[in-house]
């Protein structure tokens, strides 16, 4: 038997300028300007509303701005319909044909474009093949799992080739291991095509894992583009810094100057301040609850920075365990190490908590 040609789709770029985008007195994007590299797998990351995936949509042509461009390698194709961006776009819902065949269904939108019987069989069974169902093609999307179902809506749409492959959040159908091995293959699979790829999830760990970038957005603004390490360990804003992953904040107040400044928390504690950090204006001190560590009481942090707490609740998470503390008026998360043997920290116990001065980011709104 000869090897199937596989599917070619050169990497373009996609570049959003200036776009706005409002629904009556709803102004949904504000100004956003992003540049996606070629071949990037690129998320669109942010919670209900923030208008992730109607810029998704404005992408693939099913939404207009009011202002602004998208380029796709290059070309301005604003003005240009659906069908004619060489966009393909997987769906939440999948959209299969019940009553069509796996094949059948991959096979629609080539045969809508008119394709020839031939390369029409040919990209079929080479998108089947990518995902892994060449086995399944003859069965109805009844007789698959959510998972199997998930992939046959990722290969109808590889099928047509298009320039950029558009992900509205395909996961959220799926159970939690699913999720997991699912999006291992999406990753795989847009490697091996070197597809650039946009993808759109509410879930941070779903962009976390097989992203190369994220766009953090909220209430229609980019808040930041970066690696999802960059965003975590470098946020821009606290929307970012609390939205990826946890963080604490703590909020309180700079007093003194030079080498006696000291950041005041509510409850009657003082933090000194090196004189050689700059905070901005009304900033919040915060850390993740892995740089922290949980000692005895009125323990020495050496270096570093010792508070003062009281142990209110804490979970058993199997590698760790997380501690509910009170540092003056404000509740953080604290992680350590679950050892067998170790004691743990008691609820209502005094305890400290201690921080590296390289653990602490200053951020304001």
Same mark, same amino acid.
């Given at each position: 038997?000869?090897?199937i040609a596989p599917l070619?789709? $050169?990497a373009?770029?996609? &570049? ?7 629904y009556?007195?709803?102004? @949904? ?5 992003l540049?996606i590299r070629p071949?990037e797998?690129f998320?669109?990351l942010? $919670?209900?509303g923030c208008?992730k995936t109607?810029l998704l949509?404005?992408i693939a042509?099913?939404n207009q701005?009011?202002?602004?461009r998208v380029?796709?390698?290059g070309k301005?194709?604003s ?6 961006r060489?966009v393909?776009?997987?769906?939440q819902?999948y959209?299969?044909?019940?009553h069509?065949?796996v *094949? ?8 809508e ?7 029409v069989d ?5 998108a089947?093949d990518l995902?892994?169902?060449g086995?399944l093609?003859?069965?109805r $999307?009844?007789?698959?799992s959510g998972?199997?179902q998930q992939? #046959?809506?990722?290969?109808r !749409? ?5 320039k950029?492959l558009l992900l509205d959040?395909p996961?959220s159908?799926?159970?939690a291991k699913?999720?997991?091995?699912v999006r291992?293959?999406?990753r795989d ?6 597809l650039? %790829?946009?993808?759109v999830t ?5 962009a976390?894992t097989?992203c ?10 980019v ?6 390490m960059?965003l975590?360990e470098r946020p821009a804003n ?5 939205f990826?992953? !946890?963080?604490?904040?703590l909020d309180?107040t700079?007093?003194?100057t030079?080498?006696e400044?000291?950041?005041?928390i509510?409850?009657?504690i003082?933090? $000194?301040?090196?004189?050689?950090i %700059?905070?901005p ?8 609850p892995q740089? *922290?560590?949980? %000692?005895?009481?009125? *323990? ?6 010792a508070?003062?707490c009281? @142990? ?6 199997g590698a760790?365990?997380r501690y509910?503390?009170r540092v003056g008026?404000?509740?953080?998360? #604290? &992680? %350590?190490?679950f050892?067998?043997g ?6 209502g ?12 980011i200053w951020l304001?709104?």
């Amino acid at each position: 038997m000869n090897a199937i040609a596989p599917l070619t789709t $050169p990497a373009v770029s996609v &570049d959003i300028e200036g776009v706005n985008l409002s629904y009556g007195d709803n102004h @949904v994007l504000k100004t956003v300007d992003l540049s996606i590299r070629p071949g990037e797998f690129f998320a669109f990351l942010g $919670p209900s509303g923030c208008g992730k995936t109607t810029l998704l949509r404005l992408i693939a042509g099913f939404n207009q701005a009011d202002t602004g461009r998208v380029l796709i390698g290059g070309k301005d194709i604003s003005g240009l319909p659906p069908w004619k961006r060489d966009v393909g776009m997987v769906f939440q819902s999948y959209a299969l044909w019940p009553h069509m065949s796996v *094949a059948r269904n991959v096979a629609f939108g080539l045969e809508e474009r008119g394709v020839g019987r031939a390369e029409v069989d040919r990209r079929v069974a080479v998108a089947l093949d990518l995902v892994g169902l060449g086995h399944l093609a003859g069965r109805r $999307p009844s007789q698959l799992s959510g998972g199997q179902q998930q992939r #046959v809506a990722v290969a109808r !749409t590889v099928a047509v080739e298009p320039k950029v492959l558009l992900l509205d959040e395909p996961l959220s159908n799926l159970d939690a291991k699913m999720r997991v091995q699912v999006r291992r293959e999406l990753r795989d699979l847009q490697q091996r095509l070197g597809l650039t %790829t946009i993808f759109v999830t509410h879930d941070q760990e779903e962009a976390n894992t097989i992203c190369d970038r994220i766009a953090v957005m909220n209430d229609g603004v980019v808040q930041q583009v970066g690696t999802p390490m960059e965003l975590y360990e470098r946020p821009a804003n606290l929307f970012v810094a609390s939205f990826l992953g !946890t963080a604490n904040i703590l909020d309180g107040t700079v007093v003194g100057t030079g080498g006696e400044r000291h950041f005041a928390i509510k409850g009657g504690i003082k933090l $000194p301040i090196s004189a050689d950090i %700059t905070i901005p204006d009304g900033a919040k001190l915060v850390f993740r609850p892995q740089h *922290a560590a949980l %000692t005895g009481p009125a *323990a020495s942090a050496g270096d570093g920075l010792a508070l003062p707490c009281v @142990v209110a609740h804490r979970e058993f998470l199997g590698a760790s365990v997380r501690y509910g503390v009170r540092v003056g008026e404000t509740e953080v998360a #604290v &992680d %350590t190490p679950f050892q067998s043997g170790r004691d743990l920290h008691e609820i209502g116990a005094d305890a400290t908590v201690t921080l590296s001065p390289h653990a602490l980011i200053w951020l304001a709104d």
